[in-house]
């Protein structure tokens, strides 16, 4: 059902890409579908406490982020999302059963100025190996500029994690070479793809306006938002907690489709 029926959706939305890039209005259409999911999906997967809950809030969120690579016209990059959110979905679904043994530590309690500012320069360096192997210029006149971007905040974020355990040399240096693989990984997997996606005559990135950039400034302020630990820090503000009650109530099942009887599912 997973890789069928929700990444099926994306590999149509791309092998029709020539038609949705003659319609600058679906284009956007698109893009603005794909944030509002992709925020919400996200938001949604923090507050769960079910484990198949939250994979399923977090594929929400995944899906609408290759949407907006879709409604910027980054359609081989959005196909290359595809194949690395299975490969991850593939691993979380499998992994699921020993989350429950584990000991997890709140990540964001162990942040401090310095390892921010270590992470952002190994999400910098990360940045440039995905420019160079994908061939990606940073230039902000069309939407190619975001997966430069895009490629800082997730090698930023893989640094973070590195350094949740005490900082030293060996380690920081470690962080450094692991941004550097993983920009380099990402730039050669959307360079394979685009090859591959040749023949069918993809589109190029689209020229950059006020709706692109936008869109753009939400999702990295949601991103600093949650680097900065700013949802712990609200928890006692009134109107937060009427947020937090409408979006858990929001992210449930509809009443009408669960049973509390096992009756129900008798034959």
């Known amino acids: 059902m997973h ?57 929400i969120g995944q899906m609408g ?4 690579q879709c409604g910027m016209g980054l359609f081989a990059p959005a196909f290359s ?47 440039l190996a995905f420019g160079v192997t994908s061939e990606t210029d940073l230039s902000f006149a069309n939407t190619s500029c975001m997966m430069i971007l895009l490629a800082f905040m997730a090698t930023t974020q893989l640094a973070i994690g590195l350094l949740n355990k005490p900082m030293t040399i060996l380690r920081t240096a470690g962080t450094f070479l692991t941004g550097i ?30 709706i692109y950039f936008i869109g753009f400034v939400v999702i990295v302020l949601a991103w600093m938002a949650m680097i900065l630990n700013l949802p712990t820090r609200l928890q006692t503000q009134n109107w937060w907690k009427r947020l937090y009650m409408a979006a858990l109530n929001a992210s449930q099942p ?3 489709t669960v049973s509390a009887t096992r009756t129900t599912y008798q034959s």
């Not at 982020?65 to 907006?68: G, I, R």
């Not at 999302?81 to 979905?89: A, D, E, P, Q, R």
């Not at 050669?188 to 006020?210: C, F, G, K, Q, Y």
Request: charged residues 10%.
């Open 3 to 59: 890789a069928g029926v929700i990444n099926g959706g994306g590999f149509l939305i791309v092998r029709f890409a020539p038609l949705y890039a003659s319609q600058p209005l679906l284009m956007h259409g698109m893009f603005v579908a794909g944030l509002i999911t992709a925020v919400a999906g996200s938001f949604w997967k923090l507050l769960q406490t079910d484990i198949k809950r939250m994979l399923a809030c977090s594929t």
């Open 65 to 68: 982020f290759m949407l907006m």
């Open 81 to 127: 999302h595809l194949v690395w959110h299975g490969i991850f979905k593939a691993y979380l679904f499998l992994n699921a059963g020993s989350v429950l043994q584990e000991k997890r530590i709140s990540m964001t309690t162990h942040l401090s100025p310095l390892r921010i500012a270590v992470a952002c320069c190994s999400g910098a360096i990360g940045a």
């Open 181 to 210: 693989a993983a920009g380099s990984l990402y730039g050669l997997n959307v360079r394979l793809i685009e090859s591959a996606l040749t023949p069918i005559h993809t589109p190029m990135p689209v020229p950059m306006d006020a």
């Open 254 to 256: 509809h009443p009408s």
